[in-house]
């Protein structure tokens, strides 16, 4: 068994987007400073649409089949030479390459994405990310950016995400997110983005649809307006409730590694959409009905019992599944489903789980069964099993 997930307050705000790892950008500015080079405006617009399409393929190892330049060009709205050749400057540099999986079909990977994505890091390394917004890929932003060739623009937004992560991750309430400020002086921010004061406000005027900017110590010299510092805010539009139960989704990204492998090490043709099947269909027939399992008080050293219990019934299902194709390739050389993968694996779940069921103690399922009854006030579903 994997090493288990350790038991953590759930953050009831979070910023509403994908991840960026932190290690990716020092990578980049590693490279700048060692290369002497600046990396373009349209390297930074590709390497934000295959992040988002690794969020969208939900592909933990940084691997992406349905990457089409030719839809983010559309999307962004930035020339599909201008991002061509941003894809070429990555390609070229070590960032991004293209693989043939196991079965034949061809996939685009962003380099070390699952090392700098992995609990289990090397290298000092530490799990670390920033949230970027999906309601920047529905702006101008990106395209103006690379418009105007400011790859500086890019790195200052990064920067900000980077650290308003770190204060909604505190807010109680999705309302709350105005409170959060973070501040530069326009000294500063001349600096960075190697521009003049009303250079620097045209950019911060192209910022505004993911954050309200506020200019204090503004003094009046002859006929220059002097602006000692600026003051972002995150807007709401950014951030969602966060309602996922007792931590599904990177449980779900854990177990979902282990299934590349599988479907990988098998030859099997799966679509991102497979991916999301499988897992969806495990929370749904096996997640969903345990999440009245609660511990308030006891657990085993820093780990829920109940992730323990989840964790083992999938694997188990995992073999199951592995074994079946194996033998069914012995017998006559192939296999092909006739449903989904995802019904396919969704089948195994309800066939596995009543033995599985059993194997929880009788005081703790007994409880399981009266926190749903008290909050629901209807026959626990446990029950009826």
């Known amino acids: 068994m994997v090493n288990l997930r350790k038991k953590t307050k759930r953050q009831m705000v979070k910023i509403d987007g994908f991840r960026f790892p932190h290690q990716l950008l020092e990578d980049l500015r590693a490279f700048q400073k060692e290369k002497s080079m600046q990396v373009p405006a349209s390297a930074y617009a590709v390497l934000l649409s295959v992040l988002n399409q690794i969020h969208i393929e939900k592909n933990s190892q940084g691997k992406v089949q349905e990457f089409n330049l030719s839809f983010w060009s559309k999307k962004l709205q930035v020339a599909y030479s201008t991002m061509h050749a941003g894809r070429k400057f990555l390609e070229d540099h070590g960032f991004l390459y293209e693989e043939i999986l196991p079965n034949g079909l061809p996939v685009w990977v962003l380099t070390n994405y699952q090392a700098y994505s992995t609990p289990e890091l090397k290298n000092g390394h530490e799990l670390n990310y920033f949230t970027v917004p999906h309601t920047l890929l529905n702006t101008n932003i990106v395209a103006e950016f690379v418009r105007t060739s400011n790859p500086e623009a890019f790195e200052l937004m990064f920067s900000l995400f980077n650290q308003f992560r770190h204060g909604v991750a505190k807010l109680e309430g999705k309302n709350e997110v105005s409170l959060l400020e973070q501040s530069r002086t326009m000294k500063t921010l001349k600096e960075k983005l190697k521009k003049r004061a009303k250079g620097v406000r045209e950019v911060l005027a192209i910022l505004e649809p993911l954050f309200e900017v506020e200019y204090t110590g503004i003094q009046v010299r002859g006929h220059q307006l002097w602006i000692h510092k600026v003051v972002f805010r995150l807007k709401p539009e950014c951030v969602k409730e966060n309602t996922d139960e007792f931590h599904v989704e990177p449980l779900l990204a854990k177990f979902q590694e282990n299934v590349l492998y599988i479907l990988d090490g098998l030859k ?116 009826i099993i």
């Open 268 to 383: 099997l043709r799966y679509k991102p959409r497979d991916l999301f099947d499988i897992m969806l269909a495990f929370k749904q027939e096996v997640l969903d009905l345990v999440k009245y399992l609660i511990e308030e008080e006891h657990h085993e050293g820093n780990y829920t019992y109940r992730d323990a219990w989840a964790e083992t019934v999938f694997f188990r299902c995992l073999d199951k599944f592995e074994q079946h194709i194996r033998i069914q390739e012995e017998r006559k050389g192939k296999f092909s489903f006739h449903t989904s993968i995802g019904a396919y694996f969704r089948t195994i779940y309800r066939r596995e789980l009543p033995f599985e069921l059993k194997k929880i103690p009788y005081d703790k399922m007994h409880r399981a069964k009266y926190n749903e009854y008290i909050q629901t006030g209807q026959v626990p579903a446990l029950h």
